[in-house]
């Protein structure tokens, strides 16, 4: 009798806490929001050290009761699923981790409670509050793309490494040592600055030849620019197809991106339903 009592608590909790699709769960995200909001703006506020004079002692009381908060709720996050660890490893629960911390440590490093600002990650939650998990589905496919691009990006990357090398040292042997172009690792520099096209201008060509060569690393330098936008379009163009939508969350550990027709975790193994 107790563990059932104990389960249906839990699952009231995990309502409450987990899905957005009930006025219990939808208030009480809204007021995570609000509380994260308040607590971010306090931190801001706090770093004014004209508003620190005045308000620091009640800007820390609030910093400490907004923790406080903050720890009972990642702790009910916890509760109310089978599998805790699973939610501690999950990518919202190393956020929720890590925007508890600096207020601890603070105690033992003072300054580290500027850290608190991590806390605004924790918006990320907003998007499954007002239905917009399509941004959600987002990062999980960005992440296939760029998974798949590596490859592609590896070979691109050493490919401009070696023209910069081989312009560097074109220009090294071109210019004058008195025109900023003084060793090769100087004159590669310049390379990864021009073909970025970045431009600082503290060295630049004067012989009529570096001007050239200067001008033919510059359209090169436009010319790729376009290379791995387009590996990377393409491959979250191919990712996009695959795209699902995104169910409620798992019971078990918390954690979301199934599929819409799932009947258990891809997680956990555990049953998506009660």
Known sequence: MATSNLE?????????????????????????????????????????????????????TLEWVFTALFTVEYFLRLFSIRKPWR????????????????????????GAQALLVFRALRLLRVFRIFKLGTFLTEINFLTTALKG??????????????????????????????????????????AIVTITTVGYGDIS?????????????????????????????????LAAKQKKE????CPSCGREGHEQDALFCKFCGSSLYR
Do not use: C
């Not at 995990?14 to 009930?22: A, D, K, P």
């Not at 999950?90 to 981790?97: A, E, P, T, Y």
């Not at 590596?150 to 490494?161: A, E």
């Not at 060509?205 to 379009?233: D, N, R």
């Open 8 to 60: 249906q608590r839990r699952f009231r909790l995990h309502e409450i806490i987990y899905e957005s699709n009930t006025k219990a769960g939808k208030a009480f995200d809204v007021a995570l929001l609000f509380a994260i909001f308040a607590s971010i703006i306090v931190v801001m506020l706090d770093s004014v050290l004209s508003i620190h004079k005045h308000y620091g002692d009640l800007f820390y």
């Open 87 to 110: 939610f501690v490893f999950s990518f919202l629960g190393l956020i929720d981790l890590i925007s508890l911390i600096p207020s601890y440590l603070s105690i033992f490093i003072p």
């Open 149 to 190: 691009s590596v490859r592609k990006i590896s070979i691109f990357l050493l490919t401009v490494l070696t023209l910069t090398v081989i312009l560097g040292s074109i220009m090294y042997l071109v210019e004058q040592k008195e025109n900023g172009f003084s060793n090769i690792p100087e004159s590669i520099y310049w």
């Open 205 to 237: 060509p004067v012989t009529p030849i570096g001007k050239f060569v200067a001008s033919v690393v510059m359209l090169i330098g436009y010319a790729i620019i376009a290379v791995p936008t387009g590996i990377i379009t393409h491959d979250i163009a």
């Open 246 to 249: 995104l169910p409620e969350a």
